[in-house]
């Protein structure tokens, strides 16, 4: 697989669906330093991400999944271990691997429309015109063309991540890492933004590392979903979920491996507060 | 519509209640002029042209003084924003001077610059100065560290993450602080030209200082009129139009 590294010259060209990446996790440890002194968050973590793979990450809260996740988009540097896309270690932040966070980090400055623009803005040698086709397709591919001039406050939750998603989309990342997204939206509006997302990752062919404590969510998501233990933050367990796609959350098939997920992540929680080891 | 019939109506009543005191003879018609007296003033003050030169005069150095207190005090919030011994040494510093009612500087001034321009300008630097860099400051420091998160997986750095992002994420605090030192500037340029006569230009607080030394009151509360309405336009024309702007787009209500 020869992959050619050039810079988009046309709109046309930037719209291309390109190849996701790889990703390759090994030994990473990461500890904060807290009131209540050092918490190891991520101990001797090691994943493995195919190309083009949705990949889900569970676990209680603490458990230094966000953390893995902002490692892997370059925002945090792992104490140690090694962290490499495409072969190559992440040094720092890139437009490759984009991020959307749970808040959603959408600027009041900018209407929709400039805030889909700002990721693109950024990259070189398009034309104003090319963006703003772009920035076209990407809304409308979230289904908001509608409110391309509306102003951030005036959305609703669920299209403010709609916006976020395009917003990520749009510098036409290999990597989407997606960090508990939809948690502060109602039931209704998720199980509509699920099916939009696995229309969008098959259509843009993205590799995607999806952050949850939502089991059923994770199960309804990804093509495999990693249970992470917290205190220390270690990978436990991971599931294959082989359900066709697109599937629906209230499936039954589905309820039975979230349910066994579930099982895991509860045979060895902890209860809150308690210390590890 | 309705509401500019309500202010007007308003505005109505109390020169009414003005005329209606003057008539009473309350006070001694030196000390209180019936509304006519004063618009007469105004009206040939404006025709003979020394009003006109008069605000030229003031405008002029609350323009000048108020840029560069501005084109100063921005970088120098942001730099006290950026760098903790920034913060905590000409940070603190300004912070103790925005306390310092900024008439305080004449006298100083005066002695520094003499009675030239250059003390007035002096004078409306120092009240626009410290609130701008407070305001830039703390404006910086309520960012969202989102934001900048954001940004930074987007590929934004140094210079555009400050054009960009924090400048714009702070823009609420910056204006207010604008507003803040242009009325310290204001003020304290009223203050300044009220106690000291530059021979350069004769501004707004001169005419009213004139006004009291001749006894003139319908001088003193034309003057007093005029610098109101200046105030009120400053507002409306200026910061009115951006802070409506920002309340759209942030989505905070306004009354």
């Known amino acids: 697989m020869q992959r050619v590294f050039r810079h988009p010259s046309s709109a046309a060209e930037e719209l291309e669906v390109i190849e996701p990446s790889k990703l390759a996790i090994q030994n990473v440890s990461k500890s904060f330093r807290g009131a209540s002194g050092g918490v190891l968050a991520l101990d001797q973590v090691s994943l493995n991400v195919a190309e083009g793979e949705f990949v889900c990450l569970v676990g209680a809260s603490g458990c230094g999944k966000s953390t893995l996740l902002n490692i892997i988009a370059g925002l945090e540097k792992p104490d140690s271990g090694t962290v490499q896309a495409d072969g190559k270690p992440i040094t720092g932040p890139g437009r490759e691997r984009l991020v959307m966070f749970q808040e959603p980090a959408l600027f009041p400055w900018l209407n929709v429309f400039g805030n889909v623009l700002f990721g693109l803005k950024l990259k070189p040698n398009l034309t104003k015109k090319?963006?703003?086709?772009?920035?076209?397709?990407?809304?409308?591919?979230?289904?908001?063309?509608?409110?391309?001039?509306?102003?951030?406050?005036?959305?609703?939750?669920?299209?403010?991540?709609?916006?976020?998603?395009?917003?990520?989309?749009?510098?036409?990342?290999?990597?989407?890492?997606?960090?508990?997204?939809?948690?502060?939206?109602?039931?209704?509006?998720?199980?509509?933004?699920?099916?939009?997302?696995?229309?969008?990752?098959?259509?843009?062919?993205?590799?995607?590392?999806?952050?949850?404590?939502?089991?059923?969510?994770?199960?309804?998501?990804?093509?495999?979903?990693?249970?992470?233990?917290?205190?220390?933050?270690?990978?436990?367990?991971?599931?294959?979920?082989?359900?066709?796609?697109?599937?629906?959350?209230?499936?039954?098939?589905?309820?039975?491996?979230?349910?066994?997920?579930?099982?895991?992540?509860?045979?060895?929680?902890?209860?809150?507060?308690?210390?590890?080891? | 519509m309705k509401r500019f019939l309500l202010a007007a109506l308003f505005f109505a009543v109390l020169l009414l209640i003005w005329e209606a005191l003057f008539r009473a003879k309350f006070w001694s018609p030196v000390l209180l002029p019936s509304p006519k007296q004063v618009a007469v003033y105004l009206e040939t003050a404006a025709l003979d042209g020394t009003l006109a030169k008069a605000i030229i005069v003031t405008m002029r150095r609350l323009l000048i003084g108020y840029l560069i207190g501005f084109v100063?005090?921005?970088?120098?919030?942001?730099?006290?924003?950026?760098?903790?011994?920034?913060?905590?040494?000409?940070?603190?510093?300004?912070?103790?001077?925005?306390?310092?009612?900024?008439?305080?500087?004449?006298?100083?001034?005066?002695?520094?610059?003499?009675?030239?321009e250059?003390?007035?300008?002096?004078?409306?630097?120092?009240?626009?100065?410290?609130?701008?860099?407070?305001?830039?400051?703390?404006?910086?420091?309520?960012?969202?560290?989102?934001?900048?998160?954001?940004?930074?997986?987007?590929?934004?750095?140094?210079?555009?993450?400050?054009?960009?992002?924090?400048?714009?994420?702070?823009?609420?605090?910056?204006?207010?602080?604008?507003?803040?030192?242009?009325?310290?500037?204001?003020?304290?340029?009223?203050?300044?030209?009220?106690?000291v006569t530059i021979l350069t230009g004769f501004g707004l607080g001169q005419l009213l200082h004139y006004g009291r030394e001749l006894s003139a009151m319908e001088q003193v509360i034309g003057i007093m009129i005029v610098i109101v309405v200046i105030g009120l336009l400053a507002d409306k024309i200026f910061f009115s139009p951006i802070e409506k702007f920002l309340h759209r787009r942030w989505g905070t209500s306004q009354a």
């Open chain 1, 130 to 277: 090319d963006r703003h086709d772009v920035a076209k397709y990407y809304l409308e591919l979230v289904g908001l063309s509608r409110f391309e001039r509306a102003n951030i406050h005036e959305l609703s939750g669920g299209m403010k991540q709609r916006v976020s998603l395009a917003r990520a989309l749009a510098p036409n990342p290999r990597v989407l890492l997606m960090d508990e997204p939809f948690a502060a939206l109602d039931a209704l509006t998720r199980e509509q933004l699920y099916g939009d997302l696995q229309r969008i990752w098959k259509a843009r062919n993205k590799t995607i590392v999806f952050v949850t404590h939502n089991v059923r969510e994770a199960a309804c998501l990804g093509d495999r979903v990693i249970v992470f233990s917290p205190r220390p933050g270690r990978i436990r367990e991971e599931f294959a979920v082989d359900l066709p796609r697109p599937r629906d959350i209230n499936s039954v098939d589905l309820a039975v491996h979230s349910t066994e997920i579930t099982k895991a992540l509860k045979s060895y929680g902890q209860p809150e507060g308690a210390i590890a080891q």
């Open chain 2, 72 to 116: 100063v005090g921005l970088p120098l919030g942001l730099l006290t924003a950026r760098w903790k011994v920034l913060q905590d040494t000409i940070g603190t510093l300004a912070l103790g001077l925005q306390t310092l009612p900024s008439v305080c500087w004449v006298p100083l001034a005066l002695l520094w610059f003499g009675q030239t």
């Open chain 2, 118 to 195: 250059a003390a007035m300008l002096f004078v409306v630097v120092m009240g626009t100065l410290w609130s701008v860099v407070i305001a830039t400051e703390t404006g910086v420091r309520n960012v969202p560290p989102i934001y900048s998160r954001a940004a930074l997986t987007m590929g934004s750095k140094r210079l555009h993450m400050w054009f960009k992002v924090i400048l714009p994420a702070a823009l609420p605090f910056i204006v207010s602080g604008m507003k803040q030192g242009w009325a310290f500037a204001w003020r304290s340029l009223m203050a300044a030209e009220i106690f």
